[in-house]
C-alpha cells in the first residue's frame, strides 16, 4: 500500500533545473500558483549535509481548492501546499513524485475525495501531460 500512494514520472527533460523550471511554467499556465522551488540540497548543506543526486521541492496551490477543503476539513492542512519532488535517480534519469490524489482522496472520503480525487488530481494530469515521457 505505501507505493501506492506515490506516483513518479519520468522527466522529458535531461535535468533537475530544466525539469522544475517547466514545472513551475506548466502549473502556473493551468491557473495555479507555484509559491517556491525548494533546493533540498543547498537547505541540506546549510545544516552539514552533503547529498550527491540533485532534489527539488515544486510547491503547487490552487486557492479555490483548498478553501474548498479547508472548509469541511481543516486537519487536512498539513498536506498543503502540495508538493512535487524532482530529483536525479541513481540511474542518471530525473523523475518528478508527487502523492496520488485519487487515492487520498478515495482514502478520506467525502468533500476531499470530491475535490483531491477528482479536480486536483485531474488538474496535475493536465499540467504533467507535457514535462513527462509518456
Not at 30 to 58: C, E, T, Y
Request: aromatic letters at 6%; a positive charge.
Amino acid at each position: 500500500m505505501p507505493s501506492m500512494m506515490l506516483v513518479v514520472h519520468q522527466s522529458r527533460y535531461d535535468s533537475v533545473e530544466e525539469t522544475s523550471k517547466q514545472l513551475k511554467t506548466a502549473i502556473e499556465t493551468n491557473g495555479w500558483k507555484s509559491p517556491a522551488i525548494l533546493n533540498m540540497n543547498k537547505s541540506m548543506a546549510k545544516n552539514g549535509v552533503h547529498m550527491d543526486n540533485q532534489i527539488r521541492i515544486v510547491e503547487l496551490c490552487n486557492a479555490a481548492y483548498a478553501k474548498d477543503i479547508l472548509m469541511t476539513n481543516p486537519e487536512v492542512s498539513t498536506l498543503m501546499p502540495c508538493a512535487w519532488g524532482v530529483y536525479r535517480a541513481k540511474d542518471g534519469k530525473v523523475y518528478i513524485s508527487g502523492m496520488n490524489m485519487g487515492l487520498m482522496g478515495k482514502m478520506f472520503g467525502g468533500n476531499i475525495a470530491k475535490v483531491m480525487g477528482n479536480a486536483v488530481s485531474k488538474d496535475e494530469k493536465q499540467i504533467l501531460k507535457h514535462i513527462i515521457q509518456e
